[in-house]
């Protein structure tokens, strides 16, 4: 896989992105940490089958940290705080 330096059809910097992600409602935020994860897992697997064990395990260790912070975004900041304060969503 040839890795890319920007996010395609996307205009603005890093930062921008991140920013605008930022400020996403929270349950919607938190399913973004999980496409991640799911992303880096794929990535993970195709390189465990290609014998780079170690590069695997650490993408995997990424991605297990995306997965806790989804759970967090979404089971106590989003339902537990902020949903409440919404008057939409």
Do not use: F, P
Not at 15 to 28: N, Q, T, V
Not at 52 to 66: F, G, K, R, T, Y
Request: hydrophobic residues 35%; aromatic residues 8%; contains cysteine.
């Amino acid at each position: 896989m040839k890795h890319s330096i920007n996010v395609g059809g996307y205009k603005g910097t890093l930062k921008e992105l991140a920013k605008s992600e930022g400020k996403m409602r929270y349950d919607y935020l938190a399913e973004s940490y999980g496409h991640k994860a799911d992303d880096l897992m794929e990535q993970a697997e195709a390189d465990r089958n290609r014998g780079n064990v170690e590069l695997a395990s650490q993408l995997e260790l990424v991605a297990q940290d995306l997965y806790r912070a989804r759970d967090r975004m979404k089971n106590i900041i989003w339902e537990k705080i902020c949903k409440k304060h919404m008057k939409y969503y």
